[in-house]
């Protein structure tokens, strides 16, 4: 339960006012409606919101999201921003899953003509995408291929024949973070990692075949190829044990590292080192490298979605117009300029459980879509529905260009499995039409809808706040699980 008392500053906005003498150098600010700042009353989200406003070099505020819960050291669904020269970098703050993300494949076919084919459809994917807890990927690689993947990202995908270059031009980053360094990542990471690449894993990762339900924005719609009725898929994983071990090695170094550097934490789990520091820059390049090759990671997956629909169908991939709307990032930190005291500066972005939403006419959002703004995908629970939103010009000035990654766990996974059966949430997809085909009786409990917080909600905030608006909303009609 949090002690903290937040104060309604505005429609949707609490905050809570810094208090020198627990340390806090900044504000907490969180975007939420009431409902949803109930539900993080109720858990320690709250707190670790506060703990992330101690932490030297923080700017502005810690950000809490509407999809926020407890999470490891930061909430999930937290932003934080420190200072690129004087702060810290937290492997907390970006969290196990290191680029743990989304992306959305369209295209020309419609829920009547997925509908007979859906078992078939569902099955052959299953089938041919490796899923589960340790999963092995699909193809196998030697040290040197690794250190390709963890360099180029995408692109190894690309030039391995697992998609084109339009797949690269749509992807957060192009799908490739420069400077990564497969040196400085553990041999653990690599044993862990090298089997893992082109596999879905577990937890709340999964395959999603929708259709488009409702479309709010016209013109966003079309310019991404949605339109109303029609099928899409979303791909939801991340870094798989890559990511989580070199999490796990950086923050065992940063522990170690917090006497040096004279340190002082409001909770362990909040380990970090001066984002300079020698620490610092192997742990960034070590992400980055997660980061790569989680995007790899997706792009294989794609490969053989597109692969699967054209056996199903027997069409190809090119007449099926299997074209990939979006891929974005959902843990993950970065430096990039945002407006302090009304200086542009350079800081470090945590995103932890949080998407970017840059707003039209940046840079870093590709230019099929710089006119309009970045394509956000919000996945909700299996069985309940995702979003698209677009990025606006009020993330700049409230999130550093950030919103809600998800609809946010109100249930702990150990909650779940006391309070459901496979049976019953299988039962209650299917009355929704929705197939699923799941590797474990655990992978379906754990994730049933009712574990969630409403999507629909937490998608609300963000549009009202002008941080993301509303594009489109999808609906499943098949799910394949680890």
């Not at 020309?108 to 589960?132: A, H, Q, W, Y």
Request: hydrophobic residues 35%; charged residues 25%.
């Amino acid at each position: 339960m949090s002690n903290f008392k937040p104060k309604k500053i505005g429609d949707m906005r609490y905050q809570i006012d810094p208090d020198s003498s627990i340390g806090m150098k900044v504000p907490v600010t969180i975007y939420a409606d009431e409902k949803l700042l109930t539900k993080m009353m109720t858990d320690r989200t709250i707190q670790q919101a506060v703990n992330v406003s101690t932490l030297p070099g923080i700017q502005q505020h810690s950000i809490v999201l509407p999809d926020g819960h407890e999470g490891y050291g930061f909430p999930v669904g937290g932003v934080a921003a420190m200072d690129a020269e004087e702060g810290m970098i937290s492997p907390g703050g970006v969290g196990y899953d290191i680029n743990c993300g989304v992306r959305l494949l369209r295209t020309n076919l419609t829920e009547n003509d997925v509908r007979p084919k859906l078992k078939d459809i569902v099955t052959d994917l299953f089938k041919s995408i490796p899923s589960g807890v340790g999963s092995k990927g699909a193809i196998r690689l030697n040290p040197s291929q690794l250190d390709e993947v963890l360099v180029k990202g995408v692109s190894w995908a690309i030039d391995n024949g697992y998609g084109t270059t339009d797949d690269a031009d749509v992807c957060e980053e192009s799908g490739q973070m420069a400077n990564a360094d497969p040196n400085k990542v553990s041999d653990r990471a690599r044993k862990r990692g090298a089997p893992q690449l082109g596999s879905l894993g577990s937890g709340n990762h999964f395959l999603e075949i929708q259709k488009v339900a409702e479309v709010h924005d016209e013109k966003a719609a079309a310019a991404m190829g949605i339109e109303k009725g029609s099928v899409t898929i979303l791909i939801h994983c991340g870094s798989r044990g890559f990511g989580h071990q070199i999490c796990s090695d950086y923050l065992r170094i940063s522990e170690q590292a917090q006497k040096k550097y004279d340190i002082h934490l409001a909770d362990r789990e909040l380990a970090c080192v001066p984002n300079k520091s020698e620490e610092g820059e192997s742990y960034r390049t070590a992400m980055f490298a997660a980061l790569n090759f989680a995007w790899s990671n997706r792009q294989m997956i794609t490969h053989w979605t597109r692969k699967s629909f054209e056996r199903v169908f027997k069409q190809s991939e090119s007449d099926l117009d299997m074209r990939l709307v979006y891929d974005v990032a959902h843990n993950i930190a970065k430096v990039e300029n945002h407006k302090i005291d009304g200086k542009l500066k350079p800081v470090v972005v945590h995103r932890k459980g949080a998407t970017r939403a840059f707003p039209a006419n940046m840079d870093d959002v590709p230019a099929k879509y710089r006119d309009l703004g970045q394509p956000v995908l919000v996945p909700g629970s299996m069985g309940t529905g995702s979003w698209i939103l677009l990025g606006k010009e009020n993330s700049m000035n409230t999130t550093f260009g950030s919103t809600a990654h998800g609809a946010g766990r109100m249930m702990s996974r150990s909650k779940a499995r006391r309070n459901f059966t496979e049976s019953e949430v299988k039962k209650s997809l299917n009355d929704k039409g929705i197939f699923i085909k799941s590797l474990t009786r655990d992978g379906v409990v754990e994730e049933t809808p009712q574990a969630y917080k409403d999507v629909d909600s937490v998608v609300n905030v963000s549009h009202e706040l002008g941080i993301a608006t509303k594009v489109a909303k999808l609906v499943p009609v098949g799910v394949i699980k680890g």
